[in-house]
């Protein structure tokens, strides 16, 4: 099983398995309620099992409840959340 847990304290959401390995984090800039999304980055040996997505799900999951928006900068965020109506309420201009 994996953890995955926003950490506000270090402008990220991480993934540790159930040891407290870390396995992967998506960090971001947090600039006037703007949540710069700049970097994902999961280990080699996790990879394709989604960990990016359900990290950046939760990513998305704080920000609304915090009412705050998301600015990607990071590759994959921009491929996952550009141009999709359901995240429209969140992208920043």
């Known amino acids: 099983m994996i953890n995955y847990v926003h950490e506000a304290d270090r402008n990220r959401v991480a993934a540790y ?12 800039i947090n600039r006037d309620g703007v949540w710069i999304a700049n970097h994902t980055y999961v280990n080699p040996a996790h990879r394709g099992k989604h960990i990016a997505a359900y990290m950046l799900d939760l990513l998305i999951e704080i920000a609304r409840e915090e009412k705050l928006k998301i600015k990607p900068f990071c590759p994959y965020i921009v491929k996952a959340m550009v141009g999709k109506e359901e995240y429209a309420d969140i992208l920043a201009d």
């Open 17 to 28: 398995l159930q040891d407290g390995t870390e396995i992967g984090e998506t960090t971001y």
